[in-house]
């Protein structure tokens, strides 16, 4: 069968990262394909899949995770969400970072 588009990002993120991973692993993207296939986007399946899939995904690849579209790398299909690099190398996320803190640093 063929995946959806939401299912498609999720399965692309989780290929990604198991690429991009340093750890050794076992876990087969076969069975990535299986849950996200038989998982329907219209219930709360969809939804616990895609839970269980970014669990394993922040244990392949420890770090942060940007979860903000604030550079031109970023990519929703890519582990980390960016298409280049890890968003803790990222000079444009860590300006983010620092504009962030800086706003919480006003308003309190």
Same mark, same amino acid.
């Given at each position: 069968?063929?995946? &959806? ?6 399965? #692309? ?8 991973t /340093?750890?050794r ?5 076969n069975? #990535?394909?299986w ?10 399946s ?22 903000? &579209?604030h ?7 890519? +582990? ?14 860590? /300006?983010?970072?620092?504009?962030? #803190? +800086?706003k /919480?640093?006003?308003?309190?």
């Open positions: 069968m063929s995946l &959806g588009t939401c299912q498609y990002i999720q399965l #692309a993120q989780h290929e990604d990262c198991i690429i991009r /340093k750890k692993i076992s876990f087969d993207s069975l #990535a394909f849950l996200l296939d038989n998982s329907s986007t219209h219930n709360n969809f939804q616990k899949t895609c839970e269980i899939l970014k669990y394993i995904n922040e244990n392949l690849c420890p770090g942060d995770w940007c979860n903000r &579209g550079c031109r790398n970023f990519s929703t299909r890519h +582990a980390y969400n960016c298409r280049e690099t890890r968003p803790k190398v990222c000079k444009e996320y860590v /300006k983010y970072n620092e504009k962030l #803190a +800086a /919480k640093g006003e308003n309190q």
